[in-house]
């Protein structure tokens, strides 16, 4: 929404909107000359928006119940969902997806980096701060390319017909969407389809393709660790502070290719960045070059505080399985340290239907401080709290807090890496945190 708003921003429009939360992004955002406010205006909002010339655009994030959307509703608004202006916008690009249940923000945060760098330059619309640009939003009016970030929350990803497309993950997920599996990947099978004909379409080697009913002029390349993969990610290494990986493709070794991020999931991303830039005619320099340069998303193995007796690092990860390759990263990089995950788990929804993952997954880390479910667009559930999801995870080491209490719960022990996890609002305890601890 972020970047969306940026975006009309830079074409001369005047920008307003509402957030839950007064964030770093918000003040950001407000102090570029948007006007955001926070608080449910209700009918009230009409007296400060005109009907002629406005578009009001909305997340599915907002509940149903909010009641300045209801008023713009009532009083024929021209309202649409965020996905269907970001369909509007790319139709005049060349346009450049990145859909998966995870890693999504990172691939697309990497492609828009590479193809900036070269002479067509890029635009670009990300769901985090591309930590490069300081922001979600890349605008270069004379390019004629834009990177989405295809969402798959709400189906949102089906407004986008793209050039090129990268599918990083398909793991069940937004289950209260599609109420099981097999819905989320017919609107992948869906999507996927929508590419153009002529276009490069990039897909991990952990996605089995035979669940797909692919149109006859799709044609897929496949990256990844497995060996028969299209493009292929081998000898991943950690020297002297940086990592290195080779890639395999049918016809050639790329070898020794620097990294600036850690974690073999990133280092996939990197690959699918790679191979699609490679198959769109990207010189190899210039993607070399450009991985060398990236700094990262914030937010996503976002180093705090990086120090010889003491480390922070924040990360987004809210699902089991983004939670379990952080950690086990997290670990490598440490492996003789104590690891202590702070986490806020994201919808109730989630919890419930990945309560035996979350558990697991969050079992990796030596200590865990858990906060409060951060309910987004929902209401409770009954019997699905982080109260209940502690009991299941198997550590002697555990502890509930919240938002208030976290920085002096934490100072109450002895920590060597600090790890903050989560989607919701958790953010707002990062530098409280880091503060404490750098």
């Not at 990086?306 to 690092?313: E, N, P, S």
């Amino acid at each position: 929404m972020s970047a969306l708003a940026r975006y009309f921003h830079s074409q001369g429009k005047s920008v307003s909107g509402y957030d839950k939360t007064r964030t770093e992004l918000t003040t950001l955002l407000e102090n570029e000359g948007i006007d955001i406010h926070y608080e449910d205006w209700g009918n009230e909002v009409l007296n400060h928006v005109p009907r002629v010339g406005t578009v009001v655009v909305f997340t599915p994030a907002v509940p149903a119940s909010f009641g300045e959307l209801n008023a713009f509703q009532q009083e024929g608004y021209q309202v649409i969902k965020r996905a269907k202006a970001l369909g509007i916008i790319s139709e005049a690009f060349e346009t450049f997806a990145v859909a998966g249940t995870h890693g999504k923000t990172t691939t697309s945060s990497i492609l828009a980096h590479v193809l900036n760098q070269t002479s067509d330059k890029v635009n670009a619309f990300i769901g985090g701060i591309a930590s490069n640009y300081n922001s979600n939003c890349i605008i270069n009016k004379d390019s004629t390319r834009v990177v989405v970030e295809a969402d798959e929350f709400d189906r949102s990803f089906l407004q986008l017909y793209p050039d090129n497309t990268i599918v990083t993950s398909m793991d069940a997920d937004h289950l209260d969407i599609y109420g099981d599996g097999d819905h989320l990947t017919q609107s992948f099978n869906e999507f996927i389809n929508q590419t153009k004909s002529y276009g490069v379409i990039l897909v991990n080697s952990k996605i089995d393709l035979q669940q797909f009913e692919l149109a006859d002029n799709i044609r897929i390349n496949t990256y990844g660790v497995d060996g028969h993969t299209d493009w292929r990610l081998h000898a991943l290494k950690y020297s002297e502070g940086k990592f290195y990986f080779d890639i395999i493709s049918r016809s050639e070794i790329y070898r020794n290719i620097e990294f600036g991020l850690p974690g073999q999931h990133n280092a996939e991303n990197a690959t699918a960045v790679f191979a699609l830039c490679m198959e769109v005619g990207v010189l190899e320099a210039d993607i070399r070059e450009a991985f060398k340069t990236f700094k990262g998303v914030k937010r996503r193995f976002d180093f705090k505080v990086r120090k010889d007796d003491m480390v922070v690092i924040d990360d987004y990860a809210h699902h089991p399985t983004e939670i379990d390759a952080f950690l086990r990263s997290v670990k490598k990089l440490y492996p003789e340290r104590k690891i202590t995950a702070v986490f806020q788990p994201h919808l109730f929804s989630r919890t419930r239907d990945f309560m035996a993952g979350f558990a697991e997954s969050l079992a990796l880390a030596d200590e865990l401080y858990l906060l409060p479910i951060y309910p987004a667009r929902e209401l409770p559930i009954e019997g699905i709290t982080s109260e209940v999801l502690l009991e299941e995870v198997n550590m002697y080491d555990k502890f509930m807090s919240t938002k208030d209490s976290i920085v002096e719960d934490l100072k109450k022990g002895e920590h060597e890496v600090i790890c903050i996890i989560g989607a919701g609002d958790i953010d707002t305890t990062v530098q409280p945190i880091t503060n404490a601890f750098e």
